[in-house]
């Protein structure tokens, strides 16, 4: 229960095996990585590696989870980066920051209330949109920026985890790039986005 809550900076826990419920609650600058026992019989992608709530109310650091977590990954993530290959219902929900990938299923009701940060999902079967709550979200195909950064980030992930997921993805980039979606919440782009040297201008004139 609650592995690694309020991990600060500098401190990273890795563990081969499962989890419970609020792993990374609080997360402040850490770095966990769970993965299955080398011996497990089962593909990671469908097996359950961390319980419910996970990253809840973390403000940095990152999680790599190589299997599915519960419900409400990520709820009041404000700064984190988490990486899993499943999630269950409620995911995202009053996400205000961070970015969270997932690689595998998602649940009902995905970012309700989520306010900021940026989602990417993996949907080669277009459902996603049936199972986001878009009162506040929309639904995105990845940008160059977006590109750049998740496959980076899937780059890190195998080399902790060696999600079997992920290197698949990475063997085929320029394909499987183009079923990932991103959920970003309503004016995040505009609102993250630094001001230009022009737009500045025009403010101290106004």
């Not at 990585?33 to 996970?54: H, K, Q, T, Y």
């Not at 999680?63 to 700064?79: L, Q």
């Not at 970003?184 to 101290?204: K, N, Q």
Request: glycine share 12%.
């Amino acid at each position: 229960q609650s592995l690694g809550a309020f991990l600060p900076r500098g401190i990273a826990i890795e563990l081969d095996g499962d989890a419970n419920d609020y792993v990374g609650k609080g997360l402040c600058g850490g770095r966990l990585v769970l993965r299955p026992p080398r011996s497990s019989p089962f593909a990671s992608e469908s097996a359950v590696i961390a319980g419910n709530v996970l990253a809840y109310g973390a403000t940095s650091g990152e999680i790599f989870a190589r299997g599915v977590v519960g419900e409400r990954c990520c709820v009041r993530n404000s700064g984190a980066i988490v990486v899993t290959e499943g999630v269950g219902d409620h995911g995202c929900e009053y996400m205000t920051g961070g970015r969270a990938v997932v690689l595998g299923d998602i649940g009902r009701n995905f970012a309700a209330g989520m306010s900021g940060g940026i989602a990417y999902l993996y949907d080669p079967l277009d459902i996603v949109a049936r199972r986001c709550n878009l009162d506040s979200v929309e639904l995105e195909r990845l940008d160059a920026e977006d590109d750049e950064w998740l496959r980076a980030t899937l780059e890190r992930f195998v080399a902790a985890t060696g999600s079997e997921v992920a290197a698949r993805h990475l063997v085929s980039w320029r394909e499987a790039r183009t079923s990932f979606v991103a959920v970003v919440p309503h004016g995040w782009r505009e609102a993250s986005t630094p001001p230009s040297a022009a737009d500045e201008l025009v403010g101290a004139s106004a």
